[in-house]
């Protein structure tokens, strides 16, 4: 199977039998997008199409493509994930995006759950109390990078105390805690969503080395940033390889 054939047979499994709307305008764009999202960066690595998905569903987010997420909320039920994966993905998107963008998404996300009639809202996926969040959100963030983030929030300063607490029960306590996805998934979205921002390479270090704590090899990290590529561009993509290489360098 060429390059071409095998592309085409890639785009009808998450997408469907329907051609590209490209194709009736920019027909040379459109191959060469196909090709090189369905024919390449799709093939690379051995993540499965359920956890390819996710990561498109995030970075479609975090670039605010939301035509394009839409597309790929179909494409994600299509290949088999729940209602529950598909909204627990958007969600995680919100401490590092901020509120507007992840609703946007979410909007996106309910109009083709309205469409395919599933119910609103979904099952609470919440698993802390008001009371809790903190103490379990801390628990999950030390889980993941042990215990530079008790030195870290030693070491705030007395007027940035309150960001260290807001990023243990916001960030980890109101999302990291979540079931509908496991903790290796959500922090390989983290990464990924970082990865697409741009910018923030203090942050995608922090994240490849909190993959590894959770039991990522390198290969997974390069899998999922080259299907990151497509929709982030080769800066983003070469930035956060050198972070990669950063904290897990190469034998030699």
Do not use: W
């Not at 179909?74 to 998107?93: D, M, R």
């Not at 922090?206 to 990522?216: I, K, S, T």
């Amino acid at each position: 199977m060429n390059r071409s054939e095998e592309s085409n047979e890639k785009y009808k499994q998450p997408i469907g039998d329907t051609d590209p709307a490209g194709y009736a305008t920019d027909p040379d764009f459109q191959d060469i997008l196909s090709r090189f999202i369905f024919g390449d960066a799709f093939d690379q690595g051995y993540l499965d199409e359920k956890r390819l998905e996710l990561i498109t569903l995030v970075v479609l987010t975090t670039n605010q493509t939301l035509p394009q997420l839409k597309a790929h909320v179909h494409a994600a039920l299509n290949v088999g994930l729940t209602p529950v994966e598909i909204k627990e993905a958007v969600y995680q998107c919100a401490p590092y995006l901020g509120f507007p963008k992840t609703l946007n998404a979410i909007h996106e996300v309910n109009e083709v759950f309205k469409a395919a009639d599933i119910s609103l809202p979904l099952e609470s996926q919440t698993q802390v109390e008001e009371d809790s969040r903190f103490e379990q959100g801390l628990a999950v963030q030390t889980k993941i990078f042990g215990d530079v983030i008790l030195k870290m929030r030693e070491s705030a300063p007395v007027n940035q105390k309150h960001i260290q607490d807001y990023l243990s029960s916001f960030c980890f306590g109101d999302f990291y805690t979540r079931s509908g996805l496991d903790l290796k998934t959500r922090e390989l979205l983290t990464l990924c969503i970082l990865c697409a921002l741009g910018g923030a390479e203090g942050q995608v270090r922090a994240h490849v080395q909190g993959n590894v704590n959770v039991g990522h090899d390198k290969e997974t990290l390069i899998a999922a940033i080259t299907h990151c590529l497509p929709y982030i561009g080769f800066p983003r993509t070469l930035n956060a390889l050198t972070c990669v290489n950063e904290i897990i360098p190469e034998a030699n």
